[in-house]
């Protein structure tokens, strides 16, 4: 493992070291950057002539970039002055000499004006726009998730489904989630929607891209301002539901340290129904089971994020963060259960309660470099991230059985009554180097390293009271202690070129990975994989034609490892269902083939329509079986779920994603999947068809309002043993700003206008067939205020004259 990492290390920096080397032996050349004394924006088609030392004569010229860039190649070396003119700003000479390559780094301009007026210029950001190989979603324009998690964000994502769990599949397979770019140890309700800057879905990434998740990346992008100045937002709200939210974001820039807080307070309460139907099928009877459940799932966390950007010049940037979330999830919920006979008539019930509380603490360290170079395109990032989360766990479970008259009844059916307590850490550590060196405007050539590495610990010790003698016991079968590490290391190139109209990209991944797992209470119960490097080679070609159109055909093989919680040996028991993971499961497989054409019509109407087709081997299912735990002492026949390798799913379907503007203020994006997919494990097969549509509408309306209206449908989903019923939702909300500068808001939404949202499945074993229900109450009206304060300054913490003079001013002279 080391000798690898060390090899691919070796290559990449030999790699630069040449490509520094060719870059040396190139004729004498002058490059720099144009930027906006008070803005700090790039300075586009300015004059920029290099003069004669000796007699001012004109040796060369150009205009500037659209970025501010300029560079005078094929110069002979010597010694001249730089001559930077432009309307508006006061001319500057700068005598310079070069002998091979000279960067002189940032020039700032300024303005020829004493006294310019405040101008404030807005610029609207989409609410979603497309690539031909990623999409990104601005979280600011979605008004229906303002106050929320980022669970309620990315249910508004065209492409990506989000079930009453959480879980989260992007074109019916689950996607690998990222956060700024990197795993981490939080969960998708421990990020406040309001602390997200956009999301990006990549659905078949390159080799740059982990090979991690069977259908792309979905990559959540904190939000992180770098305006200079100081500026801010304030927000809270609140809904029907009683759930809370408040927040605030803070950047202070001056100079080279740019500086970002933000603290936000969740409390949200989710209350929630579930039935289960159950009908047992015995070898000379039939029974059923109907249980009810109600209680409340509460959310309460608090996330804090701080840090800072280092300009140390032109060209190099540090950048560290530390984040904090703590928070307690608890679910309370009462419980009845109802045993009928072959006629389905109520002979007795049980009651009591199935309580859960969960506390944890996140903490989140980032360190990362940037290294930019004198020609365009070119640049050495790295960084570093350290996740670290601790949590501890109670539980409280109790069931008492009394006949149709009220009496208490201990036969066939012994009362249940035991708690557990337990806890646990994960740490998880992310190291990255990647290096872009472009050879001219068409091609480029990519590498990079990666290592992850996670440890995992967790006890939970649970007893069971033994109604004969009265004491609680020790009970082995709902405990664990229970210990798991993994790593994984990758290395990868890129290269990316063109000719004529066509493009592609060429790259191949390698990837090692290390398990290991082990029960602590139980004797032998442990295991080690160590899976040898696989290769994860991705392929894009595209085909550009006029009029503002291309095709796009790619290929790439992804994995999906097994979630550490899918491994984890231990039962969890609620009212006769059990669920447990699978230490033998292996990760599946994924060759993915994707076909796209991308059109655009005067950038008001955006057209991406997709087909692709996904082959999947060992792939990672849930399978039940029907079974009997000794539970407390007593036999209990529960229908046991557990994750399984199916033998193969093949999916294969077509996307189409269109965006309208309509007219100037309304603008209308529509999302349609389609799919039909089949599945074989375990001597079982099904398949069928599927699809799923989400549209989300954006309206201007007069005096300063915007109205927002998202639906979504998803059809029924296949699963080997079963089915899920269709499902569908719609959200409005209104936002209003006010004051001139529209700096403070009032937003009001309606989630599920039509109260519908909720989970309905059917699952079929050898001796029983099950109907659940599961609804959280998803009709909630939320209000929420929000301030934007600050204003441009990039004199925040200049001295007076007298007083030491000007500090904090970026260098401009480059190095």
């Known amino acids: 493992m080391r000798k690898f990492v060390i090899l691919m290390l070796g290559a990449m920096l030999c790699t630069g070291a040449s490509v520094w080397a060719q870059q040396g032996e190139s004729q004498a050349e002058i490059l720099g950057k144009l930027l906006d004394e008070q803005s700090g924006k790039p300075v586009e088609y300015a004059s920029v002539a290099l003069l004669n030392a000796a007699d001012s004569s004109v040796i060369t010229g150009m205009l500037s970039k659209g970025n501010g860039d300029f560079d005078l190649r094929g110069i002979k070396p010597g010694n001249y002055i730089l001559k ?27 303005t020829t004006a004493r006294d310019l007026k405040t101008v404030e210029v807005v610029g609207e950001k989409p609410a979603f726009t497309m690539e031909i190989d ?8 979605n008004l229906a998730s303002i106050g929320g998690t980022a669970t309620d964000v990315l249910r508004q994502v065209p492409s990506v489904n989000v079930d009453i769990d959480g879980n989260v599949s992007v074109r019916n397979g689950s996607p690998t989630i990222f956060i700024d770019g990197r795993p981490s140890t939080l969960t998708l309700d421990q990020i406040p929607a309001d602390a997200i800057a956009n999301i990006e879905v990549v659905t078949n990434p390159s080799a740059k891209y982990d090979a991690e998740g069977m259908s792309g990346i979905l990559n959540i992008v904190l939000k992180k301002n770098r305006r200079a100045g100081i ?35 969740r409390d949200r309460r989710s209350p929630m129904d579930q039935h289960l139907f159950r009908k047992n099928l015995g070898n000379d009877t039939t029974t059923y089971l109907d249980q009810y459940q109600e209680g409340e799932f509460g959310r309460k966390f608090q996330s804090g994020r701080i840090g800072f950007d280092w300009f140390i010049d032109n060209r190099n940037t540090v950048t560290i963060s530390q984040g904090l979330v703590g928070g307690d999830f608890n679910n309370l919920n009462s419980q009845t259960t109802y045993d009928l006979d072959i006629h389905q008539s109520r002979v007795r019930y049980g009651k009591g309660r199935n309580d859960s509380k969960h506390g944890f603490r996140n903490y989140t360290t980032q360190v990362g470099y940037k290294r930019t170079f004198a020609r365009e395109g070119r640049e050495l990032t790295a960084d570093f991230t350290y996740n670290r989360a601790n949590n501890k766990n109670n539980n409280d479970y109790n069931l008492q059985y009394y ?3 009220g009496n208490i009844s201990n036969s066939p059916n012994q009362p249940e009554l035991r708690y557990g307590n337990g806890k646990g850490n994960t740490t998880y550590y992310t190291g990255q180097v990647d290096f872009v060196n472009p050879f001219n405007e068409k091609s480029k050539l990519e590498i990079g390293l990666r290592t992850t590495a996670r440890t995992f610990n967790n006890v939970l010790n649970t007893f069971g009271k033994d109604f004969p003698s009265g004491q609680f016991v020790y009970d082995s079968a709902l405990s664990n202690d229970y210990h798991y590490t993994e790593q994984i290391n990758a290395a990868y190139a890129s290269y990316t070129g063109a000719f004529g109209q066509y493009g592609f990209q060429a790259g191949l991944r390698a990837e090692q990975s290390f398990y290991s797992g082990e029960m602590r209470n139980v004797k032998g119960a442990s295991y080690s994989i160590d899976y040898p490097i696989s290769l994860f080679p ?14 796009q055909l790619n290929y790439s093989r992804r994995i999906q490892r097994p979630w550490f919680r899918d491994l984890l040996p231990n039962i969890e028991y609620n009212a006769n269902s059990a669920r ?8 599946e497989f994924t060759n993915s083939f994707e076909l796209s054409y991308l059109k655009d019509f005067d950038r008001k109407h955006n057209i991406l329509a997709s087909v692709y087709f996904r082959n999947t081997n060992n792939a990672i299912t849930n399978f039940n079986v029907d079974t009997t735990l000794v539970l407390d002492g007593q036999e209990r026949q529960v229908v046991l779920s557990y994750p399984i390798n199916a033998r193969q799913r093949n999916s294969y379907g077509a996307e189409l994603t269109i965006r309208n503007q309509l007219t100037k203020g309304w603008d209308i994006t529509t999302n349609l999947n389609m799919a039909q997919t089949s599945i074989e494990a375990e001597g079982l097969s099904n398949k069928g068809f599927v699809w799923f549509g989400k549209i989300n509408s954006n309206t201007k309306l007069p005096w300063s309002t915007t109205l927002q209206v998202t639906g979504e449908y998803e059809s029924r989903v296949i ?37 519908t949202d909720r989970d309905l499945s059917w699952t079929n074993t050898t001796f029983s067939q099950s109907e ?26 200049k001295r007076k004259k007298g007083e030491g003079g000007e500090g904090g001013d970026m260098g401009g002279d480059g190095f």
């Open 134 to 141: 990623k999409r990104v979603f601005n979280v600011d324009k």
């Open 719 to 755: 699963n080997p043993q079963g089915e899920e019923a269709p499902e569908y939702q719609v959200d409005v909300a209104l936002k209003k700003d006010f004051f001139k500068k529209k700096n403070f808001s009032v937003s009001a939404g309606l989630n599920d206008i039509f109260n």
């Open 772 to 797: 659940r229900y599961r609804k959280r109450v998803s009709r909630e009206f939320r209000v929420n205020l929000s301030w934007r304060f600050g204003k441009m300054d990039t004199n925040l913490f």
């Open 580 to 587: 447990r993971g699978n230490p033998a499961l292996k990760p």
């Open 231 to 265: 500026n801010g937002l304030v927000s809270a709200g609140i809904s029907t539901t009683g759930s809370t939210n408040a927040g605030l974001d803070l950047n202070i820039r001056q100079g080279k340290i740019n500086f970002f807080a933000n603290y936000n307070l």
């Open 403 to 405: 006949d149709m008259q």
């Open 538 to 551: 991705s392929l894009f070609l595209t085909r550009k034609f006029k009029g503002d159109h291309e095709v």
């Open 84 to 110: 930077i003119f432009f309307i508006g700003y006061e001319t500057q000479y700068r005598p310079v000499s070069v002998k091979r390559s000279l960067d002189v780094g940032n020039i700032k301009l300024k």
